[in-house]
């Protein structure tokens, strides 16, 4: 749920790709080849965009967001491989699926390296980059929550005893201002049985959430990628001194740490993020990158 | 001007002044129009040759406790007059903003450095038994019966001449020469942020009718509507941010400024001059007073510019040392037991004050008993109205606490039950 009303009409519908029945956001120009996608992390769904896909549908971008499998409201088919590939490949299906061939990428936590993965898939296909508190992450250690999930018995009795005032509590204590209510009851509306098995193996199919970066920043830099960085300060998950350093990878980038923003800006300074993100893909050359 | 001056100083009978003033800033001018109205002879000594020279780097802004110093000198109708803006104090907090209600809110006063400085420092130079050396610095300081006695100073042709005094005044700003020759007693304090600021003009303040800071804890900024419809913008973020500012200082200035929440409209001003910045400012708490010598603003206490504190304390302190020494100046007692006085004052009224402004200053973020008050100041009118006397340094803190901690933990509880 998004925590501002969209500028532009958002729409709903649900999309089928590569066996998986989706729910999609979409807004701005349907059926245009070049689209700004949003990719959501954990746990988040396609509602975490409806705000900034707005912003994109007013900056004249089509917009498209979609449940990744076993989030949101989407169940994954049988066989889906829960890890940084399996997110990655379905990505690839679904633009498949929209007919869109220039991606404006918008990536915000584990939707990272899943994007990023993809990215370096089809790095012809990249316009732009924006990161949400999610990059290149070179040296870094999971946070404490992730390394409870990563850990047999340990990450499943976490998973079994989240109940919703505790997973209320638990999110409310890291940031800096609170979320939304509404935000966050809908995080935890979202994160039923199948989402928490496929936290757990998403989590511990993935040992060095930052093993790709080396390859990736010499892919990204020598196409000059145009990119945007938005960090809350207080992110607890990922520090926002990983901010700065996305340059090596992007070395035109805006970066803008947030100082009052913790790790879901989008939810705790959503004009801020609208604007931001507004700004930069109406500055972009048509056709750039 | 200095060197056409026809008076030669005069040498062996006995001190030519009462009171020599090294520093012809707030603080200096401050007090030598108060000696000087009471009947004293007053040399100023200034080392900037020009009467127009300001102080660049200050967020000029005067806190509410500042003003009746300034109305006693009778400056607060011309500062008005001159455009100065009388602003309330909004702080930003994750909780809320904190505003206390307008009828218990202090006014502070906001008149750019540029128009402010030469206008006090015009006010000494027309005071009777003002003399106003400006081009002159400071060689050394003169020294008798095991006190000091005045300073010789130097001007820009080389002339040198010894200025005799029964007190010796150092008004000389955070890196007091004064306090270096005299080798008072100092105690340091980091400093881990820097700041970086400068006047805007266009795009009425509307996050900002008033003087409005963010505690972004740990980062800050500030805007300050001031004469001639310009904001003065500041940020004071961490270290860690400096690259940034340092390789465009005014655009880091504006995106800072920008991505706060409730944000002031900087984009659509227009800077009227380079955004600068400071990136050393280690405070710095010194004995304001040795044998014949007082300390006074800055040079006495260099605390951090993130609590607007500077410009008013230089206006209060020069008003403090004034009303202990005269009556020694006088011969109605001895310096020593006016400037005692004078030291105790000084500590009274600023030492908790700076205990916990050094300690911010670390660059730490907020401990919980300023996050119970910051929240409870936030939620209720009462508590707002506590803090804003409180920061706008009209009580101290030992006078504060005992009566908005109580509320704090009232307020909270209150909202917690709420919930």
């Known amino acids: ?289 | 001007m200095p060197s056409t001056d026809p008076h030669p100083p005069i040498i062996g009978d006995g001190p030519a002044y009462d009171a020599v003033i090294v520093g012809g800033s707030l603080a200096g001018c401050a007090t030598a129009i108060q000696l000087g109205r009471a009947g004293l002879r007053v040399a100023v000594v200034e080392k900037q040759p020009d009467p127009g020279a300001y102080k660049r780097m200050c967020s000029h802004f005067i806190q509410a406790s500042g003003v009746p110093a300034i109305e006693r000198l009778g400056l607060l109708e011309p500062i008005e007059a001159a455009g100065g803006q009388r602003p309330r104090v909004r702080i930003w907090t994750r909780w809320g903003w904190i505003e206390a209600p307008p009828e218990r809110a202090a006014r502070g006063l906001n008149l750019r450095r540029e128009v402010l400085d030469p206008l006090v420092r015009g006010t000494a130079a027309e005071t009777p038994g003002v003399e106003m050396l400006l081009g002159w610095s400071v060689e050394r300081l003169l020294r008798e019966n095991g006190g000091f006695a005045g300073v010789a100073a130097r001007n820009r042709e080389g002339e040198e001449r010894e200025l005799r005094a029964r007190l010796t005044v150092g008004a000389d700003g955070r890196d007091s020469r004064i306090a270096e020759l005299s080798e008072v007693p100092v105690k340091t304090y980091p400093h881990n942020r820097f700041a970086y600021g400068g006047y805007f003009e266009g795009g009425a303040p509307a996050n900002a009718p008033d003087a409005t800071a963010w505690f972004l804890d740990p980062q800050w900024c500030a805007a300050f509507p001031t004469d001639n419809d310009l904001t003065f913008y500041a940020a004071m973020p961490t270290k860690d941010r400096l690259p940034e500012f340092k390789k465009e200082p005014e655009a880091a200035l504006v995106r800072f400024l920008s991505d706060v929440p409730e944000a002031p409209p900087i984009r659509a001003g227009r800077a009227i001059e380079p955004v600068i910045g400071k990136i050393d400012m280690t405070n710095r708490m010194r004995k304001p007073v040795a044998p014949g010598l007082a300390l006074i603003g800055d040079a006495a206490l260099a605390t951090d510019p993130l609590f607007g504190v500077g410009c008013g304390w230089a206006f209060q302190s020069a008003e403090w040392l004034s009303d202990s020494v005269l009556p020694a100046l006088r011969g109605d007692e001895s310096l020593e037991q006016g400037l005692e006085r004078y030291r105790r004052r000084h500590r009274r009224e600023l030492g908790g004050h700076a205990f916990f402004i050094h300690d911010y200053a670390t660059g730490r973020k907020l401990n919980p008993a300023e996050r119970l008050m910051f929240s409870a100041a936030a939620r209720d009118p009462k508590a707002a109205a506590l803090f804003d006397t409180f920061g706008t340094r009209q009580i101290r803190p030992q006078q504060m606490m005992p009566r908005l901690v109580p509320r704090a933990v009232a307020v909270n509880v209150r909202h917690a039950l709420a919930r």
Not at chain 1, 28 to 41: D, R
Not at chain 1, 148 to 166: H, N
Not at chain 1, 180 to 201: G, S
Not at chain 1, 230 to 252: C, N, V
């Open chain 1, 1 to 289: 749920m998004s925590a501002v009303p969209a500028q532009a009409p958002v729409e709903r519908r649900s999309l089928l790709a590569g066996g998986t029945r989706t729910r999609l956001v979409q807004a701005g120009p349907a059926g245009a080849g070049e689209a700004v996608v949003f990719v959501h992390g954990n746990p988040g769904s396609a509602d975490d965009w409806a705000g900034l896909a707005g912003a994109a549908a007013s900056a004249g971008k089509r917009a498209v967001a979609f449940d990744l499998p076993d989030f949101g409201e989407t169940v994954a088919p049988d066989g889906f491989q829960h890890d940084v590939p399996g997110y990655a490949g379905f990505v690839d299906q679904a633009l498949t699926e929209l007919g869109i061939e220039r991606t404006h990428l918008v990536l915000h936590d584990f939707g990272g390296p899943i994007g990023l993965a993809w990215a370096a898939m089809r790095p012809d296909r990249i316009a732009s980059i924006t990161l949400i508190d999610t990059g290149l992450l070179p040296g870094y250690r999971w946070h404490s929550l992730a390394r409870v999930w990563r850990t047999p018995v340990l990450g499943e009795l976490f998973q079994a005893t989240a109940t919703r005032p505790a997973f209320r509590f638990l999110l409310n204590r890291n940031e800096p201002r609170g979320l939304p209510r509404e935000f966050v009851e809908a995080m935890y509306d979202h994160y039923d049985r199948r989402t928490r098995k496929a936290v757990l193996e998403l989590y511990r199919a993935t040992d060095d959430p930052g093993g790709m970066s080396e390859a990736l920043v010499g892919l990204f830099a020598e196409r000059e990628v145009p990119a945007l960085v938005i960090w809350g300060e207080h992110d607890a998950y990922l520090p926002s001194s990983y901010a700065e350093r996305q340059r090596e990878a992007f070395p035109a980038a805006e970066v803008h740490v947030l100082p009052a923003s913790g790790h879901w800006p989008f939810a705790d300074a959503p004009e801020t993020v609208e604007r931001l993100l507004g700004d930069f893909l109406a500055k972009l050359p048509a056709g750039s990158a």
